[in-house]
DNA sequence: TTTTTTCTGTTGCATAAGTCACATATTATT
DNA sequence: AATAATATGTGACTTATGCAACAGAAAAAA
């Protein structure tokens, strides 16, 4: 997520004295929060990667959204309707700001100049937000595991503005998140190499294609 | 989507004096709105039920969002990735407000009670959004075609509060919103049947489970 | 009403995609 | 450096789902 406005930067210059929030940092693979409803916890990633994971009844795994510098997450955003085990986990080293939502809504007392200037920015963050969800929703209503792989190729290597980029999930995560079975993907990578559309070297892609 | 806060009931009490807000209604199947990147209009559906419907390439239509009462939509909210076509269309007769995002953020020079007011749910109204997107992630990510009816059902069954409700779909429409095969939906929808957990008369779903 | 259009329900068939299983490569841990 | 753990790559087999086609029901238009 591409922001202007860097919040990590600026809570280190500034940091909250209103103790509304907390700051903590965490190491790959940590789970960071579980999303249980009533607690209306919003989460900011100042840093690091993470996602939201689902583990149903059979053992499947499913990275509902991925996260990434200055994302908004929490249970605040979600209506918990299963009764799966849904938690957000540290991809690499991450750190995290821990809010209640409507702490963050009411003007805050203190006056400190990062409580302001973050309420300032929130829409910007939200609706940062809401473009990820429905690119994500595009993506998933791609009709084929390879229009899948295309599309996400193509959304990396547009952000990325090159036809060659890494992968930042390894391929057992991408499934997780194309929501396909991990060998009906590599099959179908393995195809979209034969028919000269990509080239993998690692895990680095090149597109071929336009 | 349920707010405590019904936007048309309060426009039509203080009607918007500042002119920044179009209200215009729609018949069924008419086009609402197209996106095309730029203008960031943001449009609140005050009555009526609507789609968010994608044409692509082969022919296939997808139903990306459903919206209902105090439902949010329009550009601002949408990163245009593919160059597929990108509709909303009146499900039922609509009524529908017209924003420019930035003119919405900005106070009010006329002051008009409407404009305040609304400014002042907005944060609620956005967060239902939110929370719908992730909901239909939850229901895209369901595995089997079985499970996305199931979990539809369900969803429906609990905003309704009753195991009997009517489907806000034609059986086609359902199946353009699970992102399947309308055909294999009615084999799956059979085999429910079959198999006692759901019945089904005419419209009417009841849920025989639990 | 009659006619036309769209929706529902069902089938046979083709194929994309899931399941299982295993070998090798790569990455963590001790 | 040795061992364990996890990720990648691939193949044989099964199953779910897509596709095409059609008849009857329901809804919309004439």
């Known amino acids: 997520m591409d922001t202007s406005f860097d919040i990590e930067s600026f809570f280190n210059k500034f940091s909250c004295d209103c103790k509304k929030a907390q700051r903590k940092t965490f190491s790959k693979n940590q789970v960071i929060t579980t999303y249980i ?24 795994r499913t990275i509902v959204e991925h996260f990434s510098k200055n994302a908004l997450f929490g249970e605040v955003f979600y209506q918990v309707t299963t009764n799966n085990e849904l938690l957000v986990e540290a ?23 990062f ?12 609706l ?32 990325k503005l090159s036809k060659t980029f890494e992968l930042p ?21 393995k195809l979209l190499k034969e028919d000269g559309l990509v080239e993998k070297i690692g895990n680095r892609i090149i597109l071929l294609y336009e």
């Open 91 to 113: 991809r690499s080293s991450c750190t995290v700001l821990f809010y209640i939502y409507d702490q963050l809504k009411e003007p805050c007392t203190k006056n400190c100049e």
């Open 37 to 60: 409803q009533k607690r209306n916890q919003l989460c900011i990633l100042l840093s690091g990667h993470a996602d939201l994971v689902r583990y149903d009844l059979n053992g499947n």
């Open 115 to 126: 409580h302001s200037t973050l309420s300032e920015h929130l829409p910007e963050l939200i």
């Open 128 to 159: 940062n937000k809401i473009t990820d969800l429905n690119t994500r929703i595009e993506l998933l209503t791609q009709r084929s595991t390879r229009d899948k792989l295309l599309m996400y190729f193509s959304l990396i290597s547009t952000r």
């Open 169 to 189: 999930f390894s391929l057992t995560d991408l499934a997780d998140y194309l929501n396909v079975d991990r060998s009906a993907m590599m099959r179908e990578l």
